[in-house]
């Protein structure tokens, strides 16, 4: 099974291990793994499948908390007569910050 959030990079990470070009194509078999002479390098495949799905877990994550904070907005409301203020707006964050 393809782990999802395999790159180029992980392809090319992949190769470097083997010996040889690896590169996913439609059709990719089992027996294609065993005429490359890949199941010699399994644990280190393993690995760099792993990573990759990692990556791919944290680049979902990075894009839905992107998603959730573009509609938070700060505000500034001015504070007496201080010539401060005040950043009104804390609670939005607070509640998504919480989850």
């Known amino acids: ?3 999802e959030g395999m790159k180029d ?6 190769s470097e291990v083997a010996g040889i070009e690896v ?3 439609e059709g990719f078999t089992v027996k294609n793994i065993q005429s490359m ?4 390098h399994s644990e280190a495949i393993e690995t ?8 791919y877990n944290i680049e979902k994550s990075l ?17 007496k007569k201080s010539g401060t203020s005040t ?7 607070g509640a998504i910050l919480d989850e």
């Open 1 to 3: 099974m393809l782990t």
């Open 9 to 14: 990079r992980h392809w090319s990470a992949i």
């Open 23 to 25: 590169q996913p194509y």
């Open 37 to 40: 002479n890949l199941l010699k």
């Open 48 to 55: 760099v499948g792993d990573r990759a799905g990692k990556e």
């Open 63 to 79: 894009e839905k908390m992107k998603l959730e904070w573009e509609g938070v907005f700060f505000n500034l409301k001015p504070f």
């Open 87 to 93: 950043v009104l707006g804390f609670d939005d964050a």
